[in-house]
Every structure is written in structure tokens, then in C-alpha cells.
């Protein structure tokens, strides 16, 4: 018993040292509540005196007003202690989520966790400085608005939308946003969640996009054969009466009209029977760099003397299983293009070279099979194309030209016969720098196994430079950042080429090499390697680009001290080609 005595005196005596502001509000209560509690009457029978009666009663009373505060400052201490655990739970919550969270009162941010940091582009600090409306992209900021102010008039709207954002860099990115309200530091606030749907808008797009010409080459080629046979009517019989009708008969002329239309009827049937990939063919193994001498002299009169035709073919075999009409039609309506877009000269391009498409290939370029394939670029220099009309080249009937001037079937036959072949056609273009289209056509099985070793990833050397990526591009850079950090090098990235003098103005001394996309906003990359030259003379460049080198050399690429890679691009290739860059 006396041990448990002792024990128990010791805590009392531990608490009593060990007193918290919140533990003497809470003693003084419960004295304080105790002597609330001794009854006038008891007070009576002891003290006779009437004046200290009085007195005692008043300090009762200042008791009970006192004690009232202490349980009420108690109750407020324990609430805030509540509250801020609940909102160290919701920041901890909020940070660790991969959803963008955005508390805003008025439009103006109150907290941003750090998925929408990152989406946005911006710091903490810019953004509680900044008013919701100034991440929203110019041509949704009207429906954001709309809806905002609907939902104050009371009207009951879905809370889930999507609209684009525009990032600090000036990226657009697509967010499926969810608004609500949530009680923030003591008052209601908006409450938005957003998610970046932008990849998955691209992946809807390709897959309307293809859906749209499968559709259409379903009915292109029902009514070319339909067609087909109507016009094999209206030929032979036209023959009949032209064999029929002497030399000198006036009729003669009228019979030979209607069979040069028919006769291009049939070009027109036989364009969508390739569109649609119905087209019969004749494949059988051929060298592509033997088609394209084969085709390069009637190339040469069809674009004019005013456009140059330059062929660079690479020396090792690129055998593929195609029919080579169908592969010498594809170059004429690419070159015809060409000449369109090049109405006061240029240079068309022509370049040959094996080309290995992996898993990082694909997921780089969004197209694509594993495997290996002889890779045609047809280029210009041209007027080229902003993105809407890429989006639509290959779509059937579809043209930019002027009415009459064009079927808008030609690069629409182009992709079907490339997608008979079981290939693929890529564009890369941008308004007043050309034009190309890369042509992936596989290579025959004989010729794949032939690749030299030094091709298998095994063989790939990497390092631990510093490298400075510039790239407008998100998904070739990110990916870029990605191979290059897998092989050790450490990466530094700009999305344009300001943004790359700066980065390297900051950090020159840990830069080995420049790998620079040739055509970027804000300064190519002629230009920033000229600026960073200025800085540091004789710094090691890469360049890349989805065009051709011939069509860059003039004005993008300088002619001395740097190094040139297309587009597209295994990361194998990627890496080989930086390393003997490096060591160089």
C-alpha cells in the first residue's frame, strides 16, 4: 500500500512540475468549480458576519465568471488544436496526391499543392499572387467565367468539366476540373480539382482521326469498284464506236473526249482504291534506294529546274518486300507537293537509312511496330504547314489549294499505300520552314538479321557529362531526359531557345554538350548555339530535327563544329550518336 501511495504522490508531483498553460486553466477550474459549489447555507452556518457573507458571495461570483471564461478558453485552445491537425492531415493529403488541388476565394489562390505546381509551371509564391483566370487558357477563360458565375446564381451544373490550361512556358494542357466548395481558415472557399487529360485527348484524337478514315476508305473503295465497273462499260463501248467511225468523222473528237475523262476517272478510282487499301499489289523484294534512282530523273522534270533534287542515299541495303510502282507513286505525288509548296524554288531532299524502332521509339513518336525498317525522307523547303492542317493531310479530299487546282487525294493515296505496305508516314512541319514526310517501310527479315552488332542496345556506351537538352516538344524532351539519365549523363532541359541561353549562362561551367532541337520558339537553334558560342567558343553541339539536314544546312544548321540527327529517333541511336559527339 505504501509503495502504490508513493507511486501515486509521484505523478501528482510530476504533473504538478511538468504544468502546461493548459493544465493551470485546468486546475483553476476545478478549484474554482468546487467552491461555486459550497451552498449559501453551509457559508451561513459558519461565518455569522454579514458584511463577509456579502464579500464571499461576490468572490463567488467572480469565480463563476472566471471559470466560465477558463472552460470557454479550454474548449477554444482544444478546437484549434483540432483544427490544426486537421489541416496539417488536409496538406498532407494534399501534397502527396497526383491531382492538381486549387483553393481560390474571389478567383484568387489561397493554396496550390504541388501536382498544380507542376502542372501549371508556376511557384507557390506566383501563384497565391495570381488570380485563377491567369492559368486558364484565352479560349476557355469565357466558359470558365460562365460557369463560375452560374453556379453563384444558384444553378445547379455538373461540377465536372474540361477545359485547357496555359502553363508558365506557354504549353497548352488539357485538365478535367472538379469544383466544389470547402471551408478554408475559417470561411467558405472554391474548392477545384484538376487532372492533365492532355495525352489522353491526343490518343481520342488519333484514335476519331483513324476511325474517320478507316470509315471513309470503307466507302471510298466500295464505290471505286462499283465505279470500276461502270467506267470498263463506258470504255469499251467507247472504243467500239471510235473503231467504228472513219479518221475524217467529226464525231471522232467528241468519242476520244469521253475516253480521256473516263481514262481519268480511272487515275481517280484507282487513287481511292489505294486510299483504302484495296488496291491489288505486286510486292517483291527491292532495294528502296534503286526505286528512288529509278524515279529520280522523271522527279527532276516533274518539280522544274527552279527546285534542286538532292538524293542522299545510305550505302548498306534497305530490302524491302513492296511493289515498286505503288512506292514510285508515292515519291511523285510527295514531290508534286513539294513543287506546290515551292513556287519560287527550293530544294527537295531525298535520304535512305536503316532505322530500328524499339519500345522507347514508339513511345516517343506515338507510332510505330517493334522491328526494323528502311526509312525514306522525302523534304522541302517549302512554305510548310501549321499543326491543323498536318492533323488533316492524310484525310481524304482534303486540300489547301485552290478550287480546281487540286483532287486533295494525293496524300491520302500516299498513306494508304504506305499502310498496305504495312509501314508508317510521319509529317514534321511548321509555317515558313518546309516540309517532311518520314516513311517507315520493314525491312525483309533477311536483311533486319544483317544489322551490325554495335545496333543492340548492349553495344550503346553512355557517360556522365552534363548535357542541356533543348527541346519545345514536352513528350520528345521528357523522354529525351529519360534515355539520357538511364545511360548516367546528367541532364539540364529548356522548352525554347531563350530559355537555353539562360540555362547555360547559369550553368557553363558543367555543360559538355548542347543537343538543340533546330527549330524552336523564341530563337532556333542556330541561334542560341550562336549566343552560347559568344559565351563559350567551341562548345560541343548536337542537332535534331524531323527534317532532313540538307533542307537545314542553309539557314538552321552552321556549317562547321556540330553534329546533325533526324527525327525520328531510336534512343540506341540517340545515344551512339552523342557519345561519338563527345569524343570527337
Not at 508513493?6 to 477550474?29: C, D, E, H, M, N
Not at 451561513?44 to 464579500?55: P, Q, R, W
Amino acid at each position: 500500500m505504501t509503495t502504490k501511495r508513493a507511486q501515486s504522490q509521484g505523478k501528482w508531483k510530476l504533473w504538478l512540475l511538468t504544468l502546461t498553460p493548459f493544465r493551470i486553466v485546468l486546475l483553476y477550474a476545478a478549484v474554482g468549480c468546487l467552491w461555486i459549489a459550497f451552498s449559501d447555507a453551509a457559508l451561513t452556518a459558519l461565518v455569522s458576519d454579514v458584511n463577509l457573507i456579502t464579500m464571499i458571495s461576490m468572490v463567488k461570483g467572480w469565480l463563476y465568471v472566471t471559470v466560465t471564461a477558463a472552460m470557454l478558453f479550454l474548449l477554444i485552445r482544444r478546437g484549434e488544436a483540432s483544427l490544426r491537425a486537421s489541416e496539417e492531415k488536409f496538406r498532407m493529403l494534399a501534397e502527396t496526391v497526383a491531382a492538381a488541388i486549387f483553393i481560390y476565394k474571389d478567383s484568387t489562390f489561397l493554396y496550390v499543392n504541388s501536382a498544380g505546381r507542376r502542372l501549371t509551371g508556376y511557384t507557390e509564391d506566383e501563384l497565391l499572387r495570381m488570380n485563377f483566370q491567369d492559368v486558364v487558357h484565352p479560349d476557355h477563360r469565357d466558359l470558365v467565367r460562365e460557369r463560375g458565375a452560374a453556379r453563384l446564381w444558384g444553378e445547379s451544373l455538373p461540377p465536372r468539366y474540361e477545359f485547357k490550361i496555359l502553363t508558365k512556358g506557354g504549353e497548352e494542357r488539357w485538365v478535367d476540373f472538379t469544383s466544389g466548395v470547402i471551408e478554408f481558415e475559417g470561411s467558405l472557399a472554391g474548392l477545384g480539382t484538376a487532372y492533365d487529360v492532355t495525352e489522353h485527348k491526343k490518343l481520342e484524337a488519333q484514335l476519331r482521326q483513324s476511325q474517320k478514315i478507316e470509315a471513309v476508305g470503307l466507302l471510298a473503295g466500295g464505290v471505286a469498284h462499283d465505279f470500276n465497273n461502270i467506267l470498263t462499260a463506258i470504255i469499251g463501248y467507247g472504243n467500239l464506236v471510235k473503231m467504228k467511225l472513219s479518221e475524217g468523222d467529226k464525231l471522232r473528237s467528241h468519242v476520244d473526249q469521253i475516253l480521256a475523262s473516263a481514262d481519268r476517272a480511272a487515275h481517280l478510282t484507282h487513287g481511292l482504291l489505294a486510299f483504302s487499301r484495296k488496291q491489288i499489289l505486286v510486292p517483291r523484294p527491292v532495294d528502296a534506294n534503286e526505286i528512288i534512282h529509278n524515279v529520280g530523273k522523271l522527279l527532276a522534270r516533274l518539280i522544274g529546274e527552279d527546285v534542286e533534287l538532292k538524293l542522299s542515299l545510305c550505302h548498306s541495303g534497305v530490302t524491302v518486300l513492296a511493289d515498286s510502282g505503288q512506292i514510285e507513286q508515292v515519291l511523285m505525288n510527295l514531290a508534286t507537293n513539294a513543287r506546290d509548296a515551292m513556287p519560287h524554288g527550293g530544294v527537295l531532299a531525298i535520304t535512305t537509312e536503316r532505322s530500328l524502332m524499339d519500345e522507347a521509339f514508339i513511345a516517343m513518336h506515338g507510332y510505330g511496330k517493334v522491328g526494323a525498317y528502311a526509312l525514306i525522307t522525302v523534304s522541302d523547303t517549302g512554305a510548310g504547314m501549321d499543326q491543323r492542317t498536318q492533323d488533316r493531310i492524310f484525310e481524304p479530299f482534303f486540300t489547301t489549294k485552290e478550287l480546281g487546282k487540286g483532287t486533295g487525294l494525293g496524300l491520302s493515296i500516299v498513306y494508304g499505300i504506305i499502310k498496305q505496305h504495312d509501314g508508317f508516314i510521319a509529317v514534321y512541319s511548321e509555317p515558313g520552314q518546309g516540309t517532311s514526310f518520314k516513311i517507315c517501310l520493314p525491312l525483309l527479315t533477311s536483311a533486319a538479321n544483317e544489322r551490325p552488332r554495335t545496333a543492340q542496345p548492349e553495344a550503346v556506351k553512355g557517360g556522365s557529362e552534363t548535357v542541356l537538352v533543348a527541346e519545345d516538344n514536352d513528350l520528345v524532351r521528357d523522354l529525351t531526359v529519360s534515355v539520357l539519365t538511364e545511360a548516367g549523363y546528367s541532364v539540364i532541359t529548356a522548352a525554347d531557345g531563350e530559355e537555353a541561353i539562360r540555362t547555360f549562362e547559369a550553368n557553363q561551367d558543367h555543360v559538355r554538350l548542347l543537343l538543340l532541337d533546330a527549330i524552336m520558339p523564341r530563337k532556333n537553334g542556330r541561334e542560341v548555339y550562336e549566343a552560347i558560342c559568344r559565351i563559350r567558343p567551341g562548345v560541343k553541339t548536337l542537332f535534331m530535327s524531323g527534317y532532313a539536314a540538307d533542307i537545314l544546312e542553309k539557314e538552321l544548321i552552321p556549317d562547321q563544329g556540330v553534329s546533325f540527327i533526324s527525327k525520328p529517333v531510336s534512343p540506341a541511336a540517340l545515344l551512339k550518336k552523342i557519345r561519338e559527339t563527345l569524343d570527337n
